[in-house]
């Protein structure tokens, strides 16, 4: 008899170290004695009853992979009633005690949901947006980050080279963590994010004043969800002269082999939610604050506000010339 039996998915958006985090969780409950189910596409998976009884050696050989194979998918039938108790049945006849879910916020209101139907969960960050409101990072943003980095710096040398200024878009839906952090590793001259009001004319005189200053190409970093960069590269051109070209990065930002803070973090992450469920602690998000890796409630973790940082953002503002 095993000592217990988890569940394990990934859901959402993917992002890299996922599998690392899954390797985790299974290697772990595994040296605990526990059955661990593997859950293919989130919760569609536990509607549908597709899941796979993990063994050591399934989760061999994916630490440096991006993507997650136990796949993802956004579900709304789990946001049903209806799915919600299919999905709870099919934990019950599996005889699935807790189910350990990786992904973003909306796939711990998923969570919440399903643990006050009686199935308790544990969830783990992961995501690249870097949004989740209990913790400093979520599993995915550092590889992100360097993927949308890369690929600037390519951008940048095109941009040089024509005296032209290159409008980028870089994923969040609706945080700017990404296009902060990499505008700053960058050089970006401007910042566009949803946590700071902006004026298309403060960004006309911002590079005015840099073109007084010698300055001949730039870098107009927006995060996704503020609006059609197409648009915006068009109205800079017209106000300032400069050439200027639109380029929305997509999806590649969440491909790729997880970095080495992902990989660490992931399988911390990942360690830290079988020992909650060891020690009897479920219905909680395992987080990351000042580099140590904690826990709190799900309801608690689900209402908490993450703090912008202003401080960085005007460390870019005032060094990008
Ligand atoms: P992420 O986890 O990356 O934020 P989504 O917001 O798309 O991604 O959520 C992933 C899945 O979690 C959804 O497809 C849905 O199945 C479930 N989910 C999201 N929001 C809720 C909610 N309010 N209640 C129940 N389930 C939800
Ligand atoms: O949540 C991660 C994320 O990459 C967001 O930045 C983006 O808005 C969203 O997923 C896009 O998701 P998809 O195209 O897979 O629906």
Do not use: W
Not at 89 to 116: H, P, Q, T, W, Y
Not at 126 to 151: H, K, L, P, V, W
């Amino acid at each position: 008899m095993p000592q217990k039996t988890i569940g394990v998915l990934t859901s959402g958006g993917d992002a890299p170290g996922m599998n690392a985090a899954v390797r985790a969780v299974v290697r772990s409950a595994l040296k605990h004695d526990y059955k661990v189910f593997g859950v293919y596409r989130g919760y569609n998976g536990l509607i549908k009853c597709e899941m796979v009884d993990m063994s050591i050696r399934m989760v061999s050989g994916i630490i440096h992979r991006g993507g997650t194979l136990l796949r993802t998918a956004r579900c709304p039938e789990f946001t049903t009633e209806e799915g919600m108790q299919k999905a709870k049945e099919n934990c019950m006849d599996i005889g699935i005690e807790c189910l350990v879910v990786i992904g973003g916020d909306g796939s711990f209101k998923g969570g919440r949901d399903i643990a006050e139907r009686g199935i308790p969960v544990i969830g783990i960050p992961g995501t690249i947006d870097n949004d989740i409101q209990c913790t400093e990072y979520t599993i995915g943003f550092d590889s992100a980050m360097n993927t949308a980095m890369e690929m600037i710096d390519k951008l940048r040398d095109t941009t040089q080279s024509h005296y032209r200024c290159s409008v980028i878009e870089v994923m969040g839906r609706h945080a700017g963590h990404i296009a902060l952090h990499t505008g700053i590793a960058c050089g970006a001259s401007y910042i566009i994010i949803p946590e700071i009001k902006y004026e298309i004319g403060i960004i006309v005189e911002k590079i005015k004043l840099a073109q007084r200053l010698g300055r001949k190409h730039f870098i107009v970093l927006v995060a996704e969800g503020i609006g059609n960069v197409t648009e915006i590269a068009a109205l800079l051109e017209n106000a300032t002269g400069v050439e200027s070209r639109a380029t929305i990065l997509g999806h590649v930002q969440r491909g790729g082999n997880p970095s080495v803070r992902d990989r660490v973090f992931a399988s911390q992450m990942g360690y830290h939610a079988v020992k909650l469920i060891e020690e009897g602690k479920v219905n909680r998000v395992v987080g990351l604050q000042s580099n140590r890796v904690v826990d709190f409630d799900i309801h608690e973790a689900l209402s908490m506000k993450k703090e912008f940082d202003h401080e960085l953002y005007n460390i870019a503002d005032e060094i990008a010339f």
